[in-house]
């Protein structure tokens, strides 16, 4: 199994910036694609911002020139630095991750974490 704790969610204000990580543990052979994904209260979940192994990113229309992701491979880590935060960034923000187990190298699951909380007050 695989394991992804997130952290550095909390409360900022407006404009303000916030960095998120998520730590990826367990018997894993690769991870492939990681992003972060969030739930606002009565939304449904959204995609935020995806990496692939090689450094490709893909981000949220909402997001793009304010939210960075960037990830360490030697650590099995993924990062969201978040910029010029807004109150609708306010949501539960997910770390995501497909990956492969030292038991099964030939099959990727789909990991995520339990989530961290980011509120954005104006």
């Known amino acids: 199994q695989v394991q992804l704790v997130e952290s550095g969610g909390g409360l900022v204000q407006a404009g303000g910036s916030l960095r998120l990580s998520c730590a990826a543990s367990g018997s894993i052979f690769s991870i492939n694609d990681m992003g972060w994904y969030r739930q606002a209260p009565g939304k449904q979940r959204e995609l935020v911002a995806a990496i692939t192994s090689g450094g490709s990113t893909n981000y949220a229309d909402s997001v793009k020139g304010r939210f960075t992701i960037s990830r360490d491979n030697a650590k099995n880590t993924v990062y969201l630095q978040m910029n010029s935060l807004k109150p609708e960034d306010t949501a539960v923000y997910y770390c995501?991750?497909?990956?492969?187990?030292?038991?099964?190298?030939?099959?990727?699951?789909?990991?995520w974490g339990k989530g961290t909380l980011v509120t954005v007050s104006s």
């Open positions: 995501n991750a497909w990956a492969s187990l030292v038991e099964d190298i030939t099959t990727d699951m789909d990991y």
